[in-house]
């Protein structure tokens, strides 16, 4: 039932600077720009998910809503949002795993740019029923436009998105068993902890669990997000001329990888860039 992961959902306390620092960080400009609902939303779509900044806008409770949010989280990921191309079924699909789904809603949004508008069928599973992650589901009606390039060695593309657990069995069950998500991976390492990769479109849903280092019980919570890049050495040449706290590159645990860690310009996501160099085994 779930095709893709749409987008991810970004917040900032200040749109702009944040836009200014993503486009920075993706050398990708935004794609779409809007705001309403008591939310300022600046998004970058690059070539397999989208990237979604939400600020607060105004009064009213919806506003409220958010700065809520960032009192309580502070900036950094909020949601996670799955495509499917039958809202109806995903719906009745989510109301027999007692995930508690929210009616579909029909969702209009038009770009304060363009004028242009895109429309797309949603809903939204109980965060209690999720385990503390904000999920959505949507079945989108049109493709979004691209995220023009703006620099050399841009971002291409999401590799994959980190949920921290309390406990890999109950997430496993959850993105497995109850979601229909493909896993890919399930290791378990003494320095690093249990890692399970689930396949989502052709990025990863990473759920990490850290023996010793994380709580035993609670919620989970979004963690952070790797992004692929083509050339390592010149991204990272990009984002330290621009100013950005980049890490050395260095080999990562994956076989056949280059990484780095990105430590600012990112609105509080932790960040990392991988360059694949050779075909994993």
């Known amino acids: 039932m779930i095709s893709a992961l749409d987008h991810v959902v970004v917040l900032t306390s200040d749109i702009e600077a944040g836009a200014a620092s993503y486009q920075t960080l993706f050398g990708r400009a935004p794609s779409w720009r809007n705001r309403g609902d008591g939310a300022a939303r600046v998004l970058f779509t690059l070539d397999n998910t989208t990237l979604e900044l939400m600020a607060p806008d105004g009064d009213g409770e919806a506003a409220n809503r958010v700065r809520a ?42 770009d304060d740019t363009s004028g242009a508008t895109l429309s797309w069928k949603r809903t939204r599973a109980a965060t209690e029923a999720t385990h503390g992650v904000r999920l959505f589901f949507l079945e989108p009606a ?4 691209r995220s023009a390039t703006v620099a050399d060695a841009p971002i291409p593309s999401m590799d994959h998105v980190v949920v921290a657990t309390t406990d890999p069995e109950r997430a496993a069950a959850l993105y497995g068993a109850r979601l229909g998500l493909d896993m890919a991976l399930d290791r378990s390492h003494p320095d690093w902890g249990r890692l399970m990769f689930f396949r989502c479109g052709d990025l ?18 979004l963690h ?15 984002l ?7 890490s050395e590159v260095r080999i990562g645990r994956r076989p056949g990888s280059r990484v780095m860690t990105v430590r600012s310009g990112t609105c509080g996501v932790p960040t990392l860039l991988i360059e694949k160099t050779a075909k994993a085994e």
């Not at 330290?240 to 980049?246: P, R």
């Open 240 to 246: 330290l001329a621009a100013g950005l706290d980049v």
């Open 204 to 221: 990863i849903v990473e759920v990490a669990h850290r023996a010793g280092k994380e709580a035993t019980s609670g919620p989970d919570r």
């Open 224 to 238: 952070g997000i790797s992004w692929r890049v083509a050339d390592a050495d010149a991204t990272r040449a990009r």
């Open 142 to 145: 049109a493709e979004r436009p």
């Open 69 to 110: 949010a960032l009192a309580a989280q502070g900036e950094g990921l909020a949601s996670l949002c799955f495509s499917t191309p039958d809202i109806a079924k995903m719906h009745r699909r989510l109301e027999r795993l007692t995930l508690r789904p929210e009616p579909v809603a029909a969702v209009e949004s038009r």
